[in-house]
């Protein structure tokens, strides 16, 4: 029984020191990783190409809000006169204002629509252009500055600011064409 006690103890004894190795030299080795973080969202947002092409979009959205307001308002005040003077207007000549009305609806609807889709478009071709540098200058960053890892804020819980390179990557993303 004393013989199966010492085993015992000598086993969780080695267990303890290989563990003790084990945590020992993963610390130590990652010691001698480089790691860097990146907040995607910030990095990009800040760039002048962004920020230039949230001006354009903004002078399209109010372009198109402006070309809306006034059909909507159009459509508004027709559909006022039409309520209030359907009873004097012969059954002929209200059904034609109600068919005017509900086509400048479906144009608003539409037009609506395309403002939509353009606003879209405008956002995807100024974020593809962005993105696809930000790999690019990821990467050289990376490679120029001794990094065996970047990481990215989702996947990331927390990050001691001295490991943050965002603001450096911004600077290379607006230096670069």
């Not at 995807?124 to 001794?146: M, P, Q």
């Not at 990215?152 to 607006?174: E, F, G, I, M, N």
């Amino acid at each position: 029984m004393e013989h199966k006690e010492n085993r015992m103890r000598y086993r969780i004894f080695m267990a303890g020191i290989l563990a003790l190795g084990i945590f020992t030299s993963g610390q130590l080795h990652a010691a001698e990783l480089k790691i860097g973080f990146v907040d995607v969202k910030s990095a990009i947002e800040n760039t002048k190409q962004y920020r230039t092409g949230q001006q354009q979009l903004e002078a399209i959205k109010k372009t198109k809000m402006k070309e809306l307001k006034a059909l909507k308002d159009r459509i508004t005040r027709m559909d006022k006169d039409l309520t209030s003077q359907s009873m004097a207007m012969s059954p002929d000549r209200l059904s034609r204002k109600q068919q005017t009305l509900n086509d400048m609806k479906k144009d608003f609807k539409r037009k609506l629509q395309d403002a939509q889709e353009a606003m879209s478009f405008e956002r995807n071709r100024v974020l593809s252009g962005i993105n696809t540098k930000f790999g690019r200058e990821i990467r050289a960053f990376g490679k120029k500055n001794g990094y065996d890892l970047i990481l990215t804020r989702p996947s990331v819980l927390y990050v001691s600011p001295a490991h943050d390179v965002t603001t450096q990557v911004t600077k290379l993303l607006d230096a670069s064409k």
